[in-house]
């Protein structure tokens, strides 16, 4: 059940639970969360392979799209939504809680989710050129490894809802263990594995510090958004290596 609940949340793949999970198996999800990452990364490296024949900048967009639909633009909302309250909040923690609950997307939302998916196909294009086709599968995987590191050591703020239950029922004895072997994994890809696990780790400290210092802790939508940047980092750092 674990595994079927984080891969309905996290993806657009036709999961059915087989009935309401529990608390605990909710908690229990995020252990499966870098599994998840992993298989994303193998769904992109098999559209890899079948766009091989395609011109390079079409072949980004195309990987690009998949990518976008597999997560369901999940984080990518909540990129745009603290985005909005980051800016508009001017430095308070209750303004910018407020705003980042609205399910408006004002303008600096928009124009951060523009510059993301750019950067990410000016890095895809500039990757599948050199036939860097590796950082396909550690991105993702990166991008949803950070995430139960994140809920790991930074408290939940926002009382209520999917976070909440995450942070308060993850098996704080087990993931940590977890979470070092996928990092030993990732190293079994070479530099690209270094490099993108150091890249992660550095955007890691760098949001979980703002976050604290603005915020107290995380949300739902902050941990989204590092997602986001992590993925980018790590096909930007690998791209201007």
Not at 100 to 107: F, H, L, Q, V
Not at 169 to 180: G, N, T
Not at 222 to 235: F, I, N, Q
Request: hydrophobic letters at 55%; glycine letters at 12%.
């Amino acid at each position: 059940m674990p595994l079927l609940i984080a891969l309905q949340f996290l993806t657009r793949l036709p999961v059915r639970l087989p009935g309401v999970p529990t608390a605990d198996e909710n908690g229990r999800s995020l252990l499966w969360y870098p599994l998840v990452g992993l298989l994303i990364g193998g769904l992109l490296l098999l559209g890899y392979a079948v766009t091989s024949d395609v011109a390079v900048s079409l072949q980004a967009a195309l990987l690009l799209a998949l990518w976008v639909w597999l997560s369901g633009g999940l984080h990518l909302d909540g990129l745009a939504d603290t985005a909005d309250a980051w800016v508009g909040g001017y430095g308070d923690r209750e303004r910018t809680l407020a705003i980042m609950k609205d399910p408006a997307c004002g303008p600096i939302g928009v124009i951060s989710l523009v510059l993301l998916l750019l950067l990410k196909w000016a890095a895809l294009v500039a990757l599948l050129e050199a036939e860097q086709w590796l950082v396909l599968l550690l991105a993702p995987w990166l991008g949803r490894w950070v995430l139960p590191l994140l809920l790991l050591t930074t408290p939940y703020v926002r009382p209520g809802g999917m976070g909440q239950v995450l942070s308060e029922y993850m098996p704080r004895r087990s993931l940590p263990a977890l979470l070092a072997a996928h990092a030993l994994a990732m190293l079994l890809c070479g530099w690209a594995g270094l490099i993108g696990l150091l890249v992660a780790l550095m955007i890691w400290g760098v949001v979980r510090h703002c976050l604290r210092e603005r915020l107290g802790g995380t949300t739902g939508d902050t941990a989204g958004a590092l997602v986001e940047l992590v993925e980018v980092g790590v096909l930007l750092g690998w791209a201007l290596l």
